[in-house]
């Protein structure tokens, strides 16, 4: 492939006599150590080469599945927790809507005997911190709209609408963790004031010593067992139990609401409890307030209930008259 | 030192990160560039800049080196690519253009028998005679020497067909021929 006329031996001889010129030793260290942090100081076979780069492929490979497989995860779990929060409330507020609907209609039957279910809603909202008691001066809030089921559908008349107060009983004010539950209620959705029954097992069980309400006594606590079943199954507003959730401590109102699931299953059960729950000395108070009112037929009443309740509770000396 | 590894191994060794592979390679070939960058620019200093450049080069492509070619014709590759980058950007672009070569009339150029001191600086007069050749001719014979490239690897290297190549060669041997015997007809 080479001429050889390209190739003088003399020239290659008087060529190779020529000075050798080597670059400096220092520009040879600065070659030889660029070369070497090229490379890393550890020389690497390329055994070793090849293994690094199955292993940089590898996860390379698996790096973005794996991200969204866990993105996945995790916002299923998510959502499912959310949804079974989202369920939890519901299930308990339609109980406590029910309860809250069918009070006024036990309100006209004669008192049942001291166990009754408003007690064990009394036991639930012993977890509520001692409020102000209800103070009955507004005048009853006339329902604008029929409540809303979860749902958004409109309860049915017949069911949801509340039964308005007998006059002669002013509805009690919601309290006030209801004031501020109200306000944050939509107007449309306004449902049925609290019975007056529940307010008062409120009032019970928040302030057994206390003075009565000084405008209007809130009235007996009535009997209110367990509501038939077509209104039981009723659902009702859902911010109705959010209220009451609201206004109990996290862990009170997870047992509560354990508790009131108890008792709508087993109403003797729930009646058991509750008069287990009403001491007589808070009983003997509210007869005496009563009294102090002039409502001498609802004392009396009181009075005998408490008698069949506790019959070995002595009375004090101005009740045992 | 690997003496017995073949450049074209040695280099693979180095892309794969072993760096002794690099400092045999270096020793071996680092003097033949340097006077290849040396005899090209006339300038000692601006041989030593280009050649670090060179070997930063080859350091930077040691990745993606395929041994199609011959290592060395590969590395002056390097070397008079970073060369014509060089004479472009400076005073000296005209040199980049080898095709301009006066190449018949390069004897009226070189140094006169008479103009060196003693016949025993042949070498040097050979150095001055090399100097004096046209920079393509000039490329051609040093690459031959120093890199130990053939016709078809200055070709491949300087970029030109092997004609071109062959032809540059010839004239600058014709001419050094010419320069050596001047003294021992004197």
């Known amino acids: 492939m080479t001429d050889p006329d390209l190739r003088d031996p003399n020239l290659d001889r008087a060529y190779r006599e020529t000075p050798r010129d080597e670059p400096p030793s220092e520009v040879d260290e600065r070659i030889r150590a660029a070369a070497r942090r090229a490379v890393g100081t550890r020389p690497q076979?390329?055994?070793?080469?090849?293994?690094?780069?199955?292993?940089r492929s590898w996860t390379s490979r698996w790096r973005l599945p794996l991200s969204v497989a866990a993105t996945v995860v995790i916002a299923a779990t998510l959502t499912v927790m959310v949804q079974e929060e989202d369920r939890r409330p519901r299930d308990d507020s339609g109980r406590g809507a029910a309860r809250m609907d069918t009070a006024p209609l036990k309100k006209a039957q004669p008192a049942a005997p001291a166990a009754s279910s408003s007690d064990a809603a009394g036991d639930r909202l012993n977890q509520l911190?001692?409020?102000?008691?209800?103070?009955?001066?507004?005048?009853?809030?006339?329902?604008?709209?029929?409540?809303?089921?979860?749902?958004?559908?409109?309860?049915?008349?017949?069911?949801?609408?509340?039964?308005?107060?007998?006059?002669?009983?002013?509805?009690?004010?919601?309290?006030?963790e209801e004031r501020a539950f109200e306000a944050q209620r939509p107007a449309a959705a306004e449902p049925a004031p609290p019975a007056p029954a529940e307010l008062e097992m409120r009032w019970q069980s928040t302030?057994?010593?206390?003075?009565?309400?000084?405008?209007?006594?809130?009235?007996?606590?009535?009997?209110?067992?367990?509501?038939?079943?077509?209104?039981?199954?009723?659902p009702a507003p859902r911010p109705a139990a959010k209220a009451t959730q609201?206004?109990?401590p996290a862990g009170?109102?997870?047992g509560s609401l354990q508790r009131d699931r108890n008792l709508g299953d087993r109403p003797e059960r729930a009646s058991r409890e509750a008069s287990a729950v009403r001491s007589p000395e808070a009983w003997v108070e509210y007869i005496r307030s009563l009294r102090a009112q002039g409502r001498e037929t609802e004392a009396t009443a009181e009075l005998a209930e408490l008698r069949r309740?506790?019959?070995?509770?002595?009375?004090?000396?101005d009740l045992a008259r | 030192m690997e003496p017995g590894r073949p450049d074209e191994e040695l280099m693979l060794a180095y892309g794969a990160g072993d760096a002794a592979a690099f400092d045999a390679l270096y020793a071996r070939h680092k003097g033949a560039v340097l006077r290849y960058l040396r005899r090209q620019t006339g300038n000692t200093a601006l041989?030593?800049?280009l050649f670090q450049d060179v070997w930063l080069k080859l350091i930077d492509a040691r990745a993606g080196y395929e041994p199609r070619a011959k290592f060395t014709t590969w590395l002056f590759t390097i070397a008079h690519n970073r060369l014509m980058d060089h004479f472009r950007s400076s005073a000296r672009g005209a040199l980049v253009s080898y095709e301009d070569d006066p190449a018949e009339d390069v004897a009226t150029d070189l140094p006169?028998?008479?103009?060196?001191?003693?016949?025993?600086?042949?070498?040097?007069q050979l150095l001055a005679a090399i100097d004096a050749l046209p920079a393509a001719q000039r490329e051609a014979f040093v690459l031959q020497q120093e890199g130990e490239l053939s016709v078809e690897e200055i070709a491949t290297a300087t970029g030109v067909n092997r004609e071109t190549a062959k032809s540059r060669l010839r004239y600058a041997m014709t001419k050094l021929r010419a320069t050596l015997r001047e003294p021992e007809r004197t």
């Open chain 1, 252 to 254: 009170a109102a997870s």
């Open chain 1, 246 to 248: 609201e206004i109990a």
């Open chain 1, 45 to 55: 076979s390329l055994e070793q080469q090849a293994a690094d780069e199955r292993r």
């Open chain 2, 47 to 49: 041989a030593e800049e």
């Open chain 1, 207 to 234: 302030a057994p010593a206390a003075a009565p309400p000084p405008a209007a006594p809130a009235p007996p606590p009535a009997a209110a067992p367990a509501p038939p079943p077509a209104l039981q199954s009723a």
């Open chain 1, 129 to 176: 911190p001692a409020a102000a008691p209800a103070q009955p001066s507004a005048p009853a809030p006339a329902p604008t709209a029929p409540p809303v089921q979860p749902s958004g559908r409109a309860v049915p008349k017949s069911a949801a609408e509340p039964v308005v107060p007998s006059p002669s009983i002013p509805p009690p004010q919601p309290k006030r």
């Open chain 1, 309 to 317: 309740a506790y019959p070995d509770f002595q009375l004090p000396a």
């Open chain 2, 112 to 124: 006169r028998p008479d103009q060196t001191a003693e016949r025993r600086e042949t070498a040097a």
